[in-house]
């Protein structure tokens, strides 16, 4: 089993629709990362939380420690949305190595 | 704005070439990461340096190697690249100290013949 599961893999929506992606992980953590990938390759980082939520513009996340638990919600998607999202965690032991989520790929439709 | 560059997008190499992929950042940090990225398999860590001449290995360190000789650069090597590396290549930085964000590089897509 991974220590980062994420689901789903594959998610398509329509434009607007509210989108969550979810984020399991096994091992204790000092921090979450949400993480961007649009087609072509560069990967941009969108969150790291250690607790609680964080909100930027219209992405939001939160994590339930105590769950080991996280989600990233997107509001009022839109088609430039469209990426993959990697759920990636610092374990306690060896923050500097992050353990990936195999990561969810985010389809828009206008 | 802060920076990791690759020194390619794309590179097309033949079965038994040596391989270098050098990354640059110009942030100051003191971590650099090589991580190669396979559909279905996700990111996966190769080699890690925390300093100057200083590495770790990753999750998947055979075939390769690493050379970090200035703060800002981070190296990998393909010794003698076969197939089964033909993947996507993605350099990133951070801070040292317990967690950080990291920020990566564009990429590249190396193509082994």
């Known amino acids: 089993k991974n220590e980062v599961e994420q689901s789903p893999q594959n998610l398509t929506a329509q434009e607007g629709e509210f989108i969550t992606i979810n984020c399991s992980y096994s091992?204790?953590?000092?921090?979450l990362h949400w993480l961007q990938q649009h087609p072509g390759g560069g990967i941009v980082s969108l969150f790291m939380?250690?607790?609680g939520k964080k909100k930027h513009g219209r992405l939001i996340a939160t994590i339930n420690i105590q769950e080991k638990h996280s989600s990233l919600h997107i509001t009022a998607s839109h088609p430039r949305d469209s990426a993959v999202y990697i759920c990636a965690v610092s374990p306690i032991l060896n923050g500097n190595k992050l353990v990936f989520g195999a990561g969810t790929i985010l389809r828009v439709k206008s | 704005d802060v920076k990791v560059t690759q020194s390619s997008r794309y590179l097309v190499k033949r079965t038994g070439e040596k391989v270098f992929l050098e990354c640059v950042q110009d942030m100051d940090h003191e971590n650099m990461f090589w991580y190669r990225q396979d559909p279905g398999l996700g990111l996966r860590l190769i080699y890690f340096s925390y300093d100057v001449k200083m590495k770790e290995k990753g999750d998947i360190p055979e075939g390769y190697s690493v050379s970090r000789e200035k703060k800002e650069r981070f190296s990998l090597i393909l010794e003698s690249a076969s197939t089964n590396q033909t993947s996507m290549y993605l350099c990133a930085s951070s801070l040292a100290g317990g967690y950080n964000e990291q920020f990566f590089g564009p990429g590249t897509r190396l193509t082994v013949l």
């Open positions: 091992v204790g953590i000092s921090a």
């Open positions: 939380l250690s607790s």
